[in-house]
């Protein structure tokens, strides 16, 4: 039994950040960081961020996805369509991607605008993955209720059958894009005066600030 949570304290000391350190691009900082946390070998999954959204009803969500790829145009990665996160996105295509790499005490916020890849394009990543994974993405009626497991189970066992090899990327399947117009690159600090640098967009340039921890 825990308790007492607030007595739960990290300090935060590895390394700083400076308006002087960082690249003129947040797409070159980023890559920085983020090959920085591939090559630690210090996380599970480097790749993970978080992605939040929110819809017309004006309530936000948040979940864990995969980064499947970046570029100056804009962070890649793959879902289903008809998922809560492909409701709100119909409906809002404002969203916020979070990196946080704990053991590098860093934080990285992206905000954007989402837009779907184009289909040759989901094509390419659906059929690059193992096939358990391409079968369960057809069975998955993500985020809608599923009454028993043994329904799904039945489901993947029909599509295997169905589908002995090259399973079809179902339509409501495939990747978004988030292109940028903010970054914070957020490095922790002793005593939590933290150092956070934003890039903002304006007129097609980056703007760089140094923000209050
Ligand atoms: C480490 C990790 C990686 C995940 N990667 C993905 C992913 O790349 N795509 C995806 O659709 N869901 C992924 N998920 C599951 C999502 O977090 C989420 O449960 C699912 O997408 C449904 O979200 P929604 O109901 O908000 O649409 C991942 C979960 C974890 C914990």
């Known amino acids: 039994m825990i308790n007492n949570i607030s007595e739960i304290r990290q300090e935060y000391t590895k390394f700083s950040l400076d308006i002087t350190d960082v690249s003129s691009t947040?797409?070159?900082?980023?890559?920085?960081?983020?090959?920085?946390?591939?090559?630690?070998?210090?996380?599970?999954?480097?790749t993970s961020f978080i992605l939040s959204t929110c819809g017309?009803?004006?309530i936000p969500t948040s979940r864990?996805?995969?980064l499947k790829g970046f570029d100056e145009n804009g962070?890649?990665?793959?879902?289903?369509?008809?998922?809560?996160?492909?409701k709100n996105l119909s409906e809002n295509p404002n969203a916020s991607m979070l990196f946080f790499w704990d053991k590098l005490e860093r934080q990285v916020r992206i905000s954007g605008i989402i837009s779907r890849l184009n289909d040759?394009?989901?094509?390419?990543?659906?059929?690059?993955?193992?096939?358990?994974?391409?079968?369960?993405?057809?069975?998955?009626?993500?985020s809608s209720e599923?009454?028993?497991?043994?329904?799904?189970?039945?489901?993947?066992k029909e599509l295997k059958i169905k589908y002995p090899s090259n399973p079809p990327r179902p339509i409501n399947?495939?990747?978004?894009?988030?292109?940028?117009?903010?970054?914070?690159?957020?490095?922790g600090r002793e005593s939590r005066l933290h150092d956070r640098i934003i890039?903002?967009?304006?007129?097609g340039n980056w703007i760089i600030n140094r923000l209050y921890p």
């Open 146 to 156: 599923l009454n028993s497991k043994v329904d799904l189970e039945n489901k993947i």
């Open 173 to 187: 399947w495939g990747g978004y894009n988030l292109v940028p117009n903010s970054f914070e690159f957020w490095q």
């Open 199 to 203: 890039y903002t967009l304006n007129e």
């Open 26 to 46: 947040p797409f070159i900082q980023f890559k920085e960081w983020f090959e920085t946390a591939i090559k630690s070998e210090l996380f599970y999954d480097p």
């Open 56 to 58: 017309k009803d004006m």
């Open 64 to 66: 864990v996805l995969l």
């Open 75 to 86: 962070f890649q990665f793959f879902t289903n369509y008809s998922s809560k996160k492909g």
């Open 120 to 142: 040759s394009e989901s094509e390419k990543y659906f059929n690059s993955r193992p096939y358990e994974s391409r079968i369960g993405a057809i069975a998955s009626e993500q």
